[in-house]
């Protein structure tokens, strides 16, 4: 996965998403505190995403949301699928309809 980090502002705090593929997961902050990860497992044109997660600080703010939307994009930017494991994220890709393309089909 790429070392890319996109930031965004929710409010007056500075979101940021970061691939951290040492950890295999991408970790989103506000500000400079971890307030969210996905953890991933990435082959060769596939990521599975196993688990997503918000620090309950940070609950009900969308950062769950943004974070796998980051996942997503990047995911899309290296012309890959993507396996969602994880509940939250296939939920989310249920929601979002202009995902369907990357998601993998067995």
């Known amino acids: ?25 991408y970790e989103v902050y506000v500000g400079s505190m971890l307030a969210g990860f996905a953890d991933y497992h990435s082959q060769p044109g596939l990521v599975t995403v196993l688990h997503t ?11 769950g949301s943004e974070l796998v939307r980051r996942v997503l994009d990047d995911v899309r930017r290296r012309n890959a699928k993507v396996l969602a494991v994880c509940p939250f994220v296939r939920s ?6 202009e995902y369907a393309d990357i998601v993998w089909k067995a």
């Open 92 to 97: 989310f890709l249920q929601r979002h309809p």
């Open 53 to 63: 997660e918000v620090d309950t600080r940070f609950e009900g703010r969308g950062l």
């Open 1 to 25: 996965m790429s070392h890319d980090s996109a930031t965004t502002r929710a409010g007056a705090e500075e979101v940021t998403v970061r691939d951290n593929p040492e950890r295999g997961r």
